[in-house]
Nanobody, 119 residues
């Protein structure tokens, strides 16, 4: 099937930076868009950023976060700068993949990586 593996989470002080990476592998014929969502305790999951031929950011991260993608490697990266305590959440990578097994488009998710912004 399709697997997404994230890396790069951790603890950082306010104003600091972190870089998240996600690699998709498995029965991938094509990937449409890739991106990141996050979920803080007691809150709904929200869009952080996604990239296709265009890039969309959640309002709360515009100007601070940058998403990039390597189509040849099926990877997506999220550079997070000027981090705030309210950025604390579990960050989930996702990809809309056309599987060579199921022969259809589906959304696949990573297991999540914790980002904690605290002094």
């Amino acid at each position: 099937q399709v697997q997404l593996v994230e890396s790069g989470g951790g603890l950082v002080q306010p104003g600091g930076s972190l870089r998240l990476s996600c690699a998709a592998s498995g029965s991938i014929r094509s990937i449409n868009h890739m991106g990141w969502h996050r979920q803080a305790p007691g809150k709904e999951r929200e869009l952080v950023a996604r990239i296709t031929s265009t890039i969309d950011y959640g309002d709360s991260v515009k100007g601070r976060f940058t998403i990039s993608r390597d189509n040849a490697k099926n990877t997506v990266t999220l550079q997070m700068n000027a981090l705030k305590p309210e950025d604390t959440a579990v960050y989930y990578c996702y990809a809309r993949v056309f599987s060579s097994v199921t022969w259809r488009w589906d959304d696949y998710w990573g297991q999540g990586t914790q980002v904690t912004v605290s002094s």
